[in-house]
Every structure is written in structure tokens, then in C-alpha cells.
């Protein structure tokens, strides 16, 4: 089977820097996604990883150690329009379909 | 291209009657998912497609649910009968299953009540 683990909440405030720790145990592994969603949208493709390292597109980059079964997302000079929910989620091999985390609610604050 | 596109946006209905959810993927996509969302369970996969064939059912929760893809438009998600825990909001999404980061597109998903 597969499980994901993230923080439930984070709080930061205008400007600052956070990152959202996401740990998986999955039966083959093939990349790690991270999406966003706003409340009452639908989740949007943020970020991913398929190889050790650290991706980076605009104010968000996105780390992953396979080796510890670990991954983060950072978010940089957050602003108020990122207050949102954040998943990671989780490919095995061999297959197409994803298994979400359980989410982490961002809250910005001016 | 407009998006995958669900519908209804929302659905009110009484417990027992059926329920009908419907999805148009991104023309072009192979795969096809379906999920239910809720504040206990999360975000969970119910079943996906590729190619129009139910690849994986195993997270449809009971016989009361059942989901078609009759060609590679169009797809529906079937609850009868409907039961008060089924209230959530049930996404579909569309992805391209050669790309390797192996992108999902959701549509802005169906708030459904059952009451």
C-alpha cells in the first residue's frame, strides 16, 4: 500500500518562506507531485519530482530524497493569493494513478 | 481547449434516488480519473480509465457506484442508490499518460448533497 504524511496547517506571513514537508512509504516509487488547491476550486498542478534533487519554477521549488522517502515544497515571498491547500501525491510504478496526501492548509497573513 | 468539464456543478437530491456525474476530458488525454473529496477521507481515487477501459476500480466504495467511459469524450459516474454519505465534491481529471510528469487536469468538480 502507499501513505503520505504533511503537516495539517501552516501559518506564515506575507513575504516569508515556507516550506511544506511531505513523507511517503509507497511500493514502488516513480515521482512525487505537488498540487494546489484553493477553497471550493479544484486541485492544479504545482510541481514534480522524479529524480533526487530540487525543481524550481518562479516563487516555488520542490525538493525530493528518495533515499529518505521525503519530499518538500517551498514557497517563497508568499503572497496573500497563496493561501491555499497543498497535496503531495504520490505515482507508484507501473502505474498512472496518484495517491494524495492528506493535505496542508497555508495561511498567509498580511 | 476549454478544460476538463463536469457537470452538473452542484446536485441536490434525496437519499435513494440516482445520481448521475458527468465528465469531458481534455480531447486528446488517454486516462481519465475520478475522485470523491471530503473533509474525513481527503482527496481519494474512486477508479481511473486509459483508453476508454476501467483500468483500476478498486477505490469505488460499494456496488452503488458504477462509472463508464462510452468513448474518449465523454465519461459518467453513476450512484443508485444515493445515500447521505456520499455528499462530497467528486472530481474528474484528464492526463496525457506519455508525458512523464504525468500531469492530472481537474474540472472544477461536482458538490453533491444528498439529503
Known amino acids: 500500500g502507499q501513505s503520505l504524511e504533511q503537516p495539517s496547517e501552516v501559518t506564515a506571513v506575507e513575504g516569508a518562506i515556507v516550506q511544506i514537508n511531505c513523507t511517503y512509504q509507497t511500493s514502488g516509487f516513480y515521482g512525487l507531485s505537488w498540487y494546489q488547491q484553493h477553497d471550493g476550486g479544484a486541485p492544479t498542478f504545482l510541481s514534480y519530482?522524479?529524480?533526487?534533487g530540487l525543481e524550481e519554477t518562479g516563487r516555488f521549488s520542490s525538493f525530493l530524497s528518495r533515499s529518505d522517502s521525503y519530499g518538500y515544497l517551498l514557497l517563497q515571498e508568499l503572497q496573500m493569493k497563496d493561501s491555499a491547500s497543498y497535496f503531495c501525491a504520490v505515482r507508484a510504478r507501473g502505474g498512472q494513478n496518484f495517491v494524495f496526501g492528506p493535505g496542508t492548509r497555508l495561511s498567509v497573513l498580511p | 481547449d476549454a478544460g476538463v468539464i463536469q457537470s452538473p456543478r452542484h446536485e441536490v437530491t434525496e437519499m435513494g434516488q440516482e445520481v448521475t456525474l458527468r465528465c469531458k476530458p481534455i480531447s486528446g488525454h488517454d486516462y481519465l480519473f475520478w475522485y470523491r473529496q471530503t473533509m474525513m477521507r481527503g482527496l481519494e481515487l474512486l477508479i481511473y480509465?486509459?483508453?476508454?477501459?476501467?483500468?483500476?476500480d478498486s477505490g469505488m466504495p460499494e456496488d452503488r457506484f458504477s462509472a463508464k467511459m462510452p468513448n474518449a469524450s465523454f465519461s459518467t459516474l453513476k450512484i443508485q442508490p444515493s445515500e447521505p454519505r456520499d455528499s462530497a465534491v467528486y472530481f474528474c481529471?484528464?492526463?496525457?499518460?506519455?508525458?512523464?510528469?504525468?500531469?492530472?487536469?481537474f474540472g472544477a468538480g461536482t458538490r453533491l448533497s444528498v439529503l
Open positions: 519530482n522524479g529524480l533526487d
Open positions: 480509465f486509459n483508453n476508454n477501459v476501467p483500468i483500476d
Open positions: 481529471a484528464s492526463s496525457l499518460g506519455q508525458i512523464f510528469k504525468n500531469i492530472q487536469y
